[in-house]
């Protein structure tokens, strides 16, 4: 469904992007991870071009995005549903007005729009709040509104950018159920950028770990992260181990 | 060429508005410069319309008032009251109206009835108000009219004779230094005053001038030769000589009293007698010191102080002595008379010494003796007065005292025959009374002498009388002493009798003289001198005594060196004044030059010591209400020009800081310099000035700027219209170099509406205008958006 050839991108005299390269198919689950700074939310955003690569190419369905005109890259946009680190929820307008500003704009009839919107809000449990400014949220809650933004437009591909970093625990597993039973039971392609471990070993179809805007290792969560071929990806192997460990131990009561 | 035209304008029209947004941006402008000009309009009005009327309510609506008469503040009632009653009794049914008071002067509007506008009233209305107390002079408001100044005083005839013939004028006059032409009628003033402009250019004053020493003795004689030696030249035609008496010019009446006060104060200061100490010679113009206020004599080699006294040598004698004149300090200040020399304002060696005279203290003492002296005058007057009485009663005494004397010679002539018999009958004699009696007549005479003398201090012709009494008293003297010999005869009879013989003969004799004495004169000059010292005791000599002292405080109390800088300044001002009579001035065309006419002034003045200059018959002066009014079309301009400064600066800060934050952002979040240190500032720099939200920012300020200048009027004093564009643009292009500060966006929503597909015009509409400033482009928004 998309092919990412070559991308690269450089601010300044920092290469954020270098060469990348990733294949993502249809309903795959494909988790972005890497220490901070490696290029992960830069890549994310060159996918709809939110931020312009210096080169390469994204063929989603055989169209390249990079060469789109300005008109087209609306429209596959409209196709691309994007959850954003920190919700970017348009302040002045209610919850409602959020999900239903994408398909207003895009044509759709006021209360068809306003209907798609609430079925939205309420597939992520905000059907009691469409009226509610931003402000008046919790930011689980207006992560919430994010995604059902985002898939108000029922798009092919799904695009998060690390989701849950402007979250405390307990609202990140909000947004991690939602965002598992989008994964699993919706079969929605996702490209997800998260350092939310256990999210990635239960949901990922595909762990890419990147370091320095390349991709240092890649493949199936059970080998990226027994088995790591890169420091990165032993470095994870050892952060699971130690979670695992200090779990057990928190359980048990040993300190 | 049409094609392309064509083709141009549907690019254009495709690109630019094609976009909703772009159309909005013109809505947005379009709106802005009506709004803006409209308030700038309004404002430039309302302000351009109170300053009319009140100057309107100042001097009246044009041709309401026809004379402003100036009357000094604090005479301003009694001004108003006489100007009302010249206007009942010289212009019944004028209007006045009290106008504003500047500079200690207020002004009074007088409208004249219109049978009253004439030639005559305008050229007599300085003696008709003549009588206003306070008044400080009247100008001429009536209107329509045209004032043409610097008209010499000769040409003025002529010049308002020509322009009485012009159609349109109603008549001309002399107005101060000017010529007044009233018009018809408004219609007919640009007419006129055309016409006027052409007249004067038609002509010129042709002004000869002669240096010191040159001077004709009669300008005006010679003024006319010449004039007519020019018309005799056939190409001139028209020459006239326009001179004045100088004997009426003011500046000789100036002059003439700057010379006497100069003589004034060059007697009255302190005269400086130097005399030279050994082998010292002075010269004018040297400086001496003295010691003045300062507790220290001036020290050889030391400075000058302010202390000491100056002295400069105006004169240098023969004899080596030396007149000066003091220039530092004052005369009455000098300690010790002792001179020092005077180098560069060191003091020099001891060179002389000198005497100072003061005139003014002189002048002074003089007056104080005198008042004294007028003060004791009554006294003296009584005093003599009674003098004059006791020397009558003297008078009265001597006719009887020489009567007593001739009968006691008799006696004695009658005893001397029989002396020898009556010798014992001689010592019966008694000669005590005629003795006392002759006492007592010296005694009066004294007396009378002794007033007579005071009375010669008043009245010198008493000098006989006191002469011929100092005469009488001697000769009473001498028979007193004849007398005291008479007693002794008895023991002598023979003696005796030749004696009372001599006695007789010479007693006969002094008698004789005695009788000589005029006493009826004498008595006569007593009665005239009693006459005239009672006049003296009706003199006021209290008023003469107070008007003594009061003289001697009006005279000036100048130091001397006040008065030598004063006729310093007197000097350069004499110095510096051309006297009129120098000046001879020919009227005549315009074509003939100082070149043609050169010759032929030279030819009739017999020489070439003269100067030649050309100067305009006169100048039209500006309409002074229209000179306002202009004005206030200017300060109209630049009102409108500033509010619509103000509007852009406010426009561009509200509406369009938000697209340019855009423009700007949509530039710098893709494209990052990679360039190295040197060549990113160099972009920078260039960015400044080129980056597309300043390239709006500039386009947008310079737009609406000018529109706003051109539809309100406006105008910035000293800035030529190619900088109102360019002024805007200055403007537009800060404005977008702080677009991000004063109108910042929300990124996050931005990319938001971006990750959701919405246009750009759609990302402005619905997310950026509605978070932007409130402003023009935030209502005009409103109509557009779908969420509202």
Known sequence: MLVIQNLYKQFGSLVAVNGFNLSVRTGETVVLMGPSGCGKSTTIRTINRLVEPDCGSIMLNGSNILTMEPDELREVRKRIGFVFQHFNLIGRLSTLENVMLGLVMSGMKRE???????????????ENHLHHKPDQLSGGQQQRVGIARALAYEPEL???????????????????????????????????????????????????????????????????????????????????????NTSAQSLSGKA | MKCFLTKTRKTIIRTFFSSSFNRDIVILMTVSIAIGSSLANVVAMSANTYFSSTISTLVGDYGEFD???????????????????????????????????????TSFLVGLPGQNKTKQTYETIESIFGSVPGLSGISIMTEPRVTVKAVPDGAKSTVIEQIMHIDGVLFAFRDGASVTVIIQSLEKSSYVNAEIEKLLGQYHIIDIAFPVGSEPENPMRLGEQIADAIRDEKAAGYAESVSV??????????????????????????????????????????????????????????????????????????????????????????????????????????????????????????????????????????DAQKMTGVANNALNSYSGSITAVEQTLGSLA??????????????????????????????????????????????????????????????????QDTLGAIDNVAANARQARSAIDNIVVNGNSMVANLRTFDVNGARQTLTETGSSIAQLQQFNTPLVAAQLQYLGAAVPNLKDEEMNRSINLMDQFITGQALPSQRIQILTKSSITTEFAGPIINRVV??????????????????????????????????????????????????????????RRKRTVNKTPKEKRWKRLLLGIKNTFTAPECLYGMGVGALILTAMFILSGGGIPYLPWIGVPFLGAVIGLLVANNSEKISPISVDEVTAGEALGLSFDEVMREIVIPNGRPGLLQTLNRRKMKFK
């Open chain 1, 112 to 126: 068809t729009a306003e209907s798609k919107a609430t079925e939205s809000l309420t597939k992520v449990g905000l």
């Open chain 1, 158 to 244: 799904m695009l998060w950018d690390e989701p849950t970093a402007s979250l405390d625990p307990i609202l990140v597993r909000e947004v991690l159920v939602v965002m598992e039973d989008l994964a699993r039971y919706r079969a929605s392609t996702m490209i997800v950028v998260t350092h939310e471990l256990p999210f990635a070993l239960r949901v990922a179809d595909r762990i890419v770990l990147m370091d320095q805007g390349n991709i240092v290792e890649e493949g199936k969560p059970s080998q990226v992260f027994i088995n790591p071929v890169s420091d990165i990806g032993r470095k994870y192997k050892e952060l699971i181990e130690y979670q695992m």
């Open chain 2, 67 to 105: 004379l402003l008469v100036n009357v000094r503040e604090e005479m301003k009632e009694d001004g108003r009251v006489q100007i009302e009653k010249v206007i009942e009794q010289v212009f019944p049914g004028a209007k006045l109206k009290e106008g504003p008071t500047l500079n200690g002067l």
């Open chain 2, 245 to 382: 008496d100088s004997k009426s010019n003011d500046m000789v009446y100036m002059v003439s009293t700057m010379l006497e006060l100069k003589r004034f104060l060059m007697a009255y200061a302190t005269k400086v007698n130097i005399t030279p100490a050994a082998g010292v010679t002075f010269r004018t113009g040297d400086i001496i010191t003295f010691q003045g206020t300062g507790s220290n004599a001036p020290v050889p080699g030391g400075s000058l102080d302010a202390a000491n006294v100056l002295v400069k040598v105006t004169k240098a004698e023969g004899d080596r002595s030396a007149e000066g004149m003091v220039i530092q300090g004052d005369g009455t200040q000098v300690a010790n008379n002792q001179a020092y020399a005077v180098m560069n304002t060191v003091i020099g060696d001891p060179v002389g010494t000198a005497i100072f005279q003061n005139p003014r203290k002189q002048l002074g003492d003089a007056l104080n003796q005198t008042a004294n002296f007028v003060r004791e005058i009554p006294k003296i007057a009584q």
């Open chain 2, 414 to 479: 009658s005893a001397g025959t029989t002396i020898q018999t009556a010798t014992s009958g001689l010592a019966n004699l008694d000669t005590s009374a005629i003795q006392l009696q002759l006492t007592n007549s010296s005694r009066a005479m004294s007396g009378l002498v002794s007033t007579l003398q005071i009375i010669r201090l008043v009245n010198p012709d008493v000098s006989s009388s006191i002469n011929e009494l100092t005469a009488t008293q001697q000769n009473l003297t001498n028979l």
């Open chain 2, 606 to 663: 017999g020489h070439n010591n003269l100067s030649l200059y050309t100067s305009v018959v006169g100048i039209i002066e500006p309409d002074p209400r229209a000179q306002v009014m202009m004005i206030l079309t200017q300060v109209k301009a630049i009102l409108a020009g500033m509010i619509s400064l103000i509007v852009v600066i406010l426009f561009l800060t509200l509406d369009h800081t938000a697209i340019m934050t855009v423009i």
